[in-house]
């Protein structure tokens, strides 16, 4: 992947960048989308107490690549 280093002076024409958006040309046809690079909010204590108690059956990294390869 190419890299851009943003000066100050370029960040100036750029919206928010915590938030996503779309570069379009001169007729309004998006060329390209920003998403930052995150992985989402983040979660609350009361989220992360629920997921850490919850009884649902989980999958290693190793059991959904084996459940792929059988699709």
Avoid: Q, W
Avoid at 1 to 20: A, E
């Amino acid at each position: 992947m190419d890299k851009i280093t943003l000066n100050m002076n370029l960040r100036g024409y750029l919206p928010d960048l915590s938030k996503p958006f779309a570069h379009c040309d001169e007729a309004g046809y998006i060329v390209d989308r920003y998403i930052p690079a995150t992985l989402g909010p983040p979660l609350s204590r009361e989220e992360i107490e629920r997921r850490k108690h919850h009884k649902e059956k989980t999958l290693t990294t190793a059991e959904v690549l084996v459940h792929l390869e059988k699709l």
